[in-house]
């Protein structure tokens, strides 16, 4: 059984930064791959970005794609989601997610466990 906590997020001008994290408690997250969805009010949760086990591995949403970086510290049982540029339609809650395998997946139904979800808002 595997926990996620998730931190970071807030109210930032367009063009700002944020950082969010996702900390795992519970055996065995350094196998397991971790992906980070997002959800507007009135829209389906969409996928942002993924990390594979071991974190060599990543794969980005194209709305986000040369802005947002994810990567994890094993050793800190985390993941990090740094979103830089961001833009008001960045705006939503967003959610961490593992899955008991070792590549990710960018469909949410492939996902084992949920953070509590944070929220991202984008506005001057």
């Known amino acids: 059984q595997v926990q996620l906590v998730q931190s970071g997020g807030g109210l930032v001008q367009p063009g700002g930064s944020l950082r969010l994290s996702c900390a795992a408690s519970?055996?065995?997250?350094?196998?397991?791959?971790v992906g980070w969805f997002r959800q507007a009010p009135g829209k389906e949760r969409d996928f942002v970005a993924a990390?594979?086990?071991?974190?060599?591995?990543?794969y980005y949403a194209d709305s986000v794609k040369g802005r947002f970086t994810i990567s994890r510290d094993n050793a800190k049982n985390t993941v990090y989601l740094q979103m830089n540029s961001l833009k008001p339609e960045d705006t939503a809650v967003y959610y961490c997610?593992?899955?008991?395998?070792?590549?990710?997946?960018?469909?949410?139904?492939?996902?084992?466990?949920w953070g509590q979800g944070t929220q991202v808002t984008v506005s001057s």
């Open positions: 990390i594979g086990w071991r974190g060599a591995s990543t």
């Open positions: 997610a593992a899955r008991a395998r070792l590549r990710y997946t960018i469909s949410s139904h492939t996902y084992d466990y």
């Open positions: 519970g055996r065995g997250f350094n196998d397991y791959a």
